[in-house]
Each structure stands twice: as structure tokens, then as C-alpha cells.
């Protein structure tokens, strides 16, 4: 069957080891963000020496490659992007409720929660995903500021359970990396994001960053190139009454990978 493998294990040194089953182990290396440097020393006119950087490494367990249905089981670049994002945020966030959706193996809710003391992580649960995102939070918790919660969130559902109902009432930041590459999951993520939003009173504003690659192919009904699975989503999207805005992808790289101008990071609100 055909299968898709993810960009970034060979644009970057993940150091990675094959486990029996076949799934790797990656460490993604990062830079904690300037003021976590840690600097003791003074010199001998009693000035701060210049820092060290201070490195950390996520490690994550995932696969090569997967055929569509399981593309969470790999890491894809907007999950680093996010992850860049919320350590170039960590003070806003720090003490926000953050809830991520189609989270993958937990990458980017594992960078969260190394400043962010509230963070539940859901996907919907095939081909082990819940497991895996256990198991890699667990090989990560030295990092953690707190626990991370997992519970499953499948867009598809319409009963929702009292645990994650309560979750998505209570978050106020919700993060979604690389969900839209397929129309027909497009409108359950749109309809998960009225959901959301149907939540949201005075008290509690949410916002919804997302991250996702345009990834392009050449139409013969246009004889250009366009970036399909976007454009739907804008298109069901315009109707609805958000604020959708783009956030320039400036900030600093702590993640190694390609930050491509392809790769996109837009803030949704309520109007
Ligand atoms: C391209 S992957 C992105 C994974 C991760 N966020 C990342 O960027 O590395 C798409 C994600 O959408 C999730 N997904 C697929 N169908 C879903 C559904 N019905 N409900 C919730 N999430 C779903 C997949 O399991 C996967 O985690």
C-alpha cells in the first residue's frame, strides 16, 4: 500500500535509533530560549560572562513512514513550528489551559508543557496513538513543568464525553499542528472548531493556532499549481464568523528543521 514519510527525517540529524517493532526513536534537539541560559560565572571585573546556550532533546518514538490513515503516528514540521511558537510564547501561555488537537506522538504538547503547567493532549486513538503519545511522555518527563493529560478526541465524534467536554470548555489556547490534508477531515476540523467556540462565554476567550504546510500540486483544470486541501479550508471557513490571522513565522528557530515559506501559522478567533 502506498505510503507518505515525513520531510524532516532527512533534513535533519535526528540521531535516531530502530526499535524491534520498527518505529525509530528520534531526539530532536532544541535551545531553551535566551532567559532560561544559564549564567553563574561572573569575570574578573565582576560582568556576567557571556552564556551558554542551554540544549534540550525530546525524544520521540514514531514511525518512518505510514500509509494516510496513520500519519499521526509520524512528525511532521507543523508540529515543530508550533513548538517554536509556544517556547517564543512560554510567558503568555505559561499559566494558560492548553488543549492540542491531532497531536501526533505528542511532540508539540511536550514542548508546551516544559513551561506550560496545563496541557492536555488528544488524537483520535488508531493504530496505538494514544499509547505512543503515553509512552513518549513518559520518556520526556524530566523535562516537564507538569503532567500532560491524554484523552481521545476524534473529529468525527458527536458524543462527547464528559472529560473532554470539560476539557474543551475549560482551555483557552487550542493548538493544532498539520490537521488539514484531507476534505473530508477539513469539515470535521470545522466543525470541531464551532464546537469549541460554542463554549467560549466572558469569562474564557479561546484561541486557535494552527499550523499546516501548503503543500502544492499542478491542476490540469487550472494549469497552475495550488495547495488544494488550504484553499477548502478557507473556502468553508469564510463563511463562519472567525478571525482568521496570519502570524509572520519570524520568531526565532529553537527546533532544527526547514522552516519552509510554505509553512504557515494563522490564529483563529471568535468575531
Ligand atoms: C499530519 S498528522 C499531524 C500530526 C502532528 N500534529 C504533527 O504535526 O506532527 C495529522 C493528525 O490528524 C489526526 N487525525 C486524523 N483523523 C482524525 C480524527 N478523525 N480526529 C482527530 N484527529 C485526527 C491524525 O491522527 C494525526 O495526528
Not at 530532536?28 to 565582576?46: A, L, M
Amino acid at each position: 500500500m502506498y505510503e507518505v514519510s515525513s520531510e524532516i527525517y532527512s533534513e535533519t540529524d535526528l540521531q535516531q535509533t530502530k526499535c524491534e517493532d520498527g518505529r525509530l526513536i528520534s531526539k530532536f534537539q532544541f535551545e531553551y530560549p535566551n532567559d532560561d541560559e544559564i549564567s553563574s560565572t561572573k569575570d574578573k571585573d565582576g560582568d556576567f560572562e557571556v552564556k551558554r546556550k542551554r540544549i534540550g532533546v525530546i525524544e520521540i518514538e514514531h514511525s518512518g513512514s505510514t500509509v494516510l490513515k496513520l500519519v499521526g503516528l509520524q512528525v511532521w514540521r507543523g508540529a515543530l513550528l508550533l513548538a517554536d511558537f509556544l517556547l517564543y510564547n512560554r510567558h503568555n501561555f505559561a499559566d494558560k489551559n492548553i488543549l492540542e488537537v491531532g497531536a501526533g506522538v505528542g511532540l508539540t504538547s511536550i514542548a508546551a508543557a516544559i513551561f506550560c503547567k496545563n496541557v492536555i493532549c488528544t488524537d483520535v486513538d488508531i493504530g496505538g496513538i494514544l499509547q505512543l503519545i503515553r509512552k513518549n511522555i513518559d520518556r520526556n518527563r524530566k523535562l516537564l513543568s507538569n503532567d500532560i493529560k491524554v484523552m481521545e478526541y476524534d473529529f468525527k465524534t458527536v458524543e462527547y464525553a464528559p472529560q473532554l467536554a470539560n476539557a474543551i470548555e475549560m482551555s483557552d489556547i487550542i493548538l493544532a499542528a498539520d490537521v488539514i490534508y484531507d476534505d473530508d477531515l477539513t469539515e470535521c476540523f470545522v466543525r470541531v472548531i464551532d464546537r469549541i467556540f460554542s463554549t467560549t462565554d466572558s469569562k474564557r476567550t479561546k484561541s486557535i493556532y494552527v499550523t499546516l504546510e501548503k503543500r502544492f500540486v499542478f491542476t490540469l483544470d487550472d494549469l497552475e499549481t495550488c495547495a488544494p486541501c488550504y484553499e477548502y479550508f478557507l473556502k468553508i471557513a469564510q463563511p463562519k464568523p472567525w478571525r482568521i490571522e496570519y502570524i509572520p513565522t519570524d520568531f526565532p528557530q529553537y527546533f532544527k528543521y526547514e522552516r519552509s515559506k510554505h509553512l504557515i501559522l494563522f490564529k483563529i478567533t471568535t468575531k
